[in-house]
């Protein structure tokens, strides 16, 4: 498969804050590509310079064989965004809103007229076409804002977390969504902070935090950099410090790292069950009380905590 | 272009279903016209215009000049539009002005046309220093300043044309009246044609019109001020609402959706000011409209009242333009347009005509869209044309052109997709 885009080292300062600091990866034309990282780590900053909004400090990416930079006109064309935040007219329908936004993208008479019908089917909201969208619940809001994104079946699809804020019902029709396009052929690029959508989707994943790219592969490729390895999460009382049990733990035999991840403590070791029971003593012997253990297979989360010691959610 | 237009009628359409905004486009300047018309007792008596002015005449001088201010107010050139009454007591008089029966008294002293005309038989001697004229009281009504107003600007035009005549020694209407040339309903007649004049150079609140035949018709409907003042002091707020709304698609995430589909800066850009554009010539429209249906105000010519419109706009919209680069936020923008507006409002005559107003004030009144919209309105009540409005459109468009590039220049500067 040729690749649709290719980032060459993408650098984005603001003033003397760098926000992205050298991205460079390539996008396979069929695929779902997702770029996993926590709050601030530099997603929507790499997603506003591949749609040309804002003008790389340094690098350069093509879509489709175009450059950003150079050609911004002609990158616009390949592309569809679905932006993070809702972008709307409150004050109109979503048939209207879905209208303009054809028309922007060039779309117009019997063409716009029966896509917008196909987009509206698409996203669920026929019934409720000629409501104003300020009278919609968030769900049906990040719907038309997704449908936006469709309109001129684009290429190449950027979603940057489309899922943030919304019930769990419409996620999951999101993510249906997203699997159902990426099947008729388009090309998708997904933002994310959770790493169970990024698991689901993606065919391949890069990590980003604090604006680098620290890992990028498929699923199985970044899962064995952690190791054949597994991770205890130990869930303590409110009362209890977590520092005091990951210190503790630090010495246990057969625990190759162990961090405290909010009010959690991760324990990342080659086999699980070995070290249950000098965990549990452990945390008995400072007075800790556990109350609850998770274990978990290898999986992104592990990897993001293997590579930066942190947990990728911070709620 | 077609995309500019897309983004303009979609702003106008968003503007028509924005209720709060549409209160201050359309209902808010459409009561204060009322309310100011009310004021100015446009709505009492039922005639439209000024008519029957009621004045007091004491002429107590009783030769040539006296009995000619007197001749021209009973002549029929102002038989419509005075109604003047002789008295011989000029405390009579004010009384009754005082207990409001009616808009000015005239006091012409004793000695006046002496004061002015050298006797018969004393030579006439240019180089002499001459005595001031005995001079003219008109007393006017305070409660009626329109009509005292009117009085008081006949009387001033007849005596600036015998003024002229004193200087110039006999050339003029006093020189051709001693000669017996002319009779007094001459000098009427002559005064109305520089009214006609003083009309179509000069715009004030109170102007008197006279029709081209130069006969009868003198008649300003003040409505015909008030309204447009109210449109054009509203006309900022569409402006600065029009401005507003890109700072608030840049923080609603509309305006880079829209820089991210297939339409460069320039069309986004330039599709927000015709948007801008699009709403101030529909509320000026309307607002016009529903004065001529509601209160019958008479525009004048239409084709002129066109281009004055988009003009005006274009100017305004400059404005908007400017406030909108300078701010950071949308509400920025929305407390910086209310302060211009009013500022604007008054200084450009919105309120009160700019002849009452002190000279310098009256040079900062030309940076307002306002002062030259007021100018080209009033001009067109009066009877003007197209032809007549080349200053005040000129001048709107060049401010319009010229308030664009600076915050274009503004724009790129920060660039209108960062916040
Ligand atoms: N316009 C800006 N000016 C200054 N700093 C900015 C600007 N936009 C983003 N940043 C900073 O750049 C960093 C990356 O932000 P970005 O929005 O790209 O992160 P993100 O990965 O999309 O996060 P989130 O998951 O919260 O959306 C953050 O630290 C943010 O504060
Ligand atoms: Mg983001």
Redesign the interface.
């Known amino acids: 498969m040729p690749n649709i885009l290719e980032s060459q080292n993408l650098v984005k300062t603001y003033g003397d804050f760098t926000a992205v600091k050298g991205i460079t990866f390539d996008i396979k034309e069929g695929e779902i590509f997702s770029l996993l990282g926590p709050n601030g780590a530099g997603k929507t900053t790499t997603i ?1 310079m591949l ?4 003008a790389p400090t340094s690098g350069d990416a093509t879509i489709g064989g175009y450059s950003v930079t150079k050609d911004p ?1 002609a990158v ?2 390949v ?1 569809g ?1 679905v ?1 993070q ?5 409150e ?2 329908t979503a048939k ?1 809103n879905l209208v ?2 054809g ?4 779309l117009g008479g019997k063409s716009l007229t029966s896509r917008v019908d196909e987009v509206l089917e698409q996203i669920g909201l026929t019934d409720k076409a000629k409501n104003r969208v300020k009278t919609y619940s968030g769900g049906m809001k990040r719907r038309v804002n997704i449908g ?1 994104g469709l309109l001129h079946k684009p290429r190449l699809l950027f979603m940057d977390e489309p899922t943030v804020g919304i019930d769990p019902q419409s996620r999951r029709a999101i993510l249906d969504t997203v699997k159902d396009l990426n099947k008729q052929g388009m090309t998708v690029l997904y933002t994310t902070h959770y790493m169970e959508e990024a698991a689901e989707l993606s065919n391949r994943v890069g990590i980003i935090d604090h604006g680098e790219l620290i890992a990028l592969g498929t699923q199985d490729e970044l899962t064995k950099q952690v190791g054949e390895t597994e991770t205890l999460i130990l869930h303590i009382g409110e009362n209890e410090d977590p520092e005091t049990l990951a210190k503790a733990l630090s010495g246990v035999e057969g625990v190759q790292k162990a961090d405290v991840t909010d009010h959690e403590v991760s324990v990342i070791t080659a086999d699980a069950k070995d070290i249950l029971a000098a965990v549990v003593g452990k945390a008995n012997e400072r007075g800790i009380k556990i109350r609850s253990i998770d274990i978990r297979e290898p999986n992104l989360e592990a990897v993001f905590l293997h590579l930066t010691g942190r947990a990728l959610r911070d709620t | 272009m077609l995309k500019l237009l897309l983004i303009g009628i979609k702003d106008l359409k968003l503007m028509f279903r924005d209720r709060a905004a549409l209160i201050f486009m359309l209902l808010a300047p459409f009561l204060l016209t009322i309310g100011m018309g009310f004021v100015s007792g446009r709505f009492s008596g039922g005639s439209t215009g000024l008519s029957d002015i009621p004045v007091v005449i004491v002429n107590l001088d009783q030769k040539e000049l006296g009995n000619a201010l007197e001749e021209l107010f009973n002549s029929a050139d102002l038989a419509d539009l005075v109604e003047p009454t002789a008295s011989s007591d000029p405390e009579a008089a004010r009384r009754l002005i005082d207990s409001d029966q009616a808009s000015a008294a005239i006091v012409i002293p004793q000695g006046f046309t002496d004061s002015v005309i050298p006797a018969e038989g004393t030579t006439f001697d240019s180089t002499a220093v001459q005595p001031a004229p005995v001079q003219i009281e008109v007393y006017a009504n305070p409660s009626r300043p329109t009509g005292a107003g009117i009085i008081k600007a006949i009387v001033d035009e007849f005596l600036s044309r015998v003024e002229e005549g004193r200087v110039s020694g006999t050339t003029s209407l006093v020189g051709l009246m001693q000669s017996g040339l002319l009779n007094p309903q001459d000098v009427a007649s002559e005064a109305q044609e520089l009214f006609a004049n003083v009309d179509e150079s000069e715009s004030t609140a109170i102007t008197l019109k006279t029709d081209t035949q130069g006969a009868e018709a003198v008649e300003f409907d003040l409505l015909a001020y008030f309204a447009p003042g109210m449109a054009l002091m509203f006309l900022m707020y569409t402006v600065s609402y029009g401005g507003r709304s890109i700072l608030a698609e840049r923080s609603q995430g509309t305006l880079p959706r829209m820089l991210i589909s297939p339409t460069s800066n320039a069309q986004v850009l330039g599709g927000k000011v015709l948007g801008i554009f699009l709403m101030g010539v529909a509320q000026v429209g309307v607002l016009i409209l529903a004065s001529s249906i509601f209160f019958q105000v008479q525009w004048g010519d239409p084709l002129g009242v066109l281009v004055l419109i988009l003009a005006a706009v274009f100017g305004a919209t400059g404005w908007g333009m400017l406030i909108t680069a300078f701010a950071r936020t949308p509400a920025q923008v929305g407390s910086t347009g209310a302060a211009v507006m009013l500022i604007f409002g008054i200084l450009g005559g919105s309120f009160m005509s700019l002849e009452n107003f002190p000279p310098f004030m009256q040079t900062l009144s030309k940076i307002t869209p306002n002062a030259w919209g007021m100018d080209g309105f009033v001009t067109l009540a009066l009877g003007g044309t197209l032809k007549n409005l080349t200053e005040p459109v000129t001048a709107l468009l060049i401010m319009g052109a010229l308030l664009f590039a600076a915050s274009v220049v503004l724009f790129n500067r920060n660039g209108i997709a960062q916040q």
């Open positions: 506003s749609s040309t909004l804002y006109m616009k064309r592309i965004v932006p935040d809702l972008a709307l007219y004050d109109l209207e303009f936004w028309q922007m993208y060039g936006v």
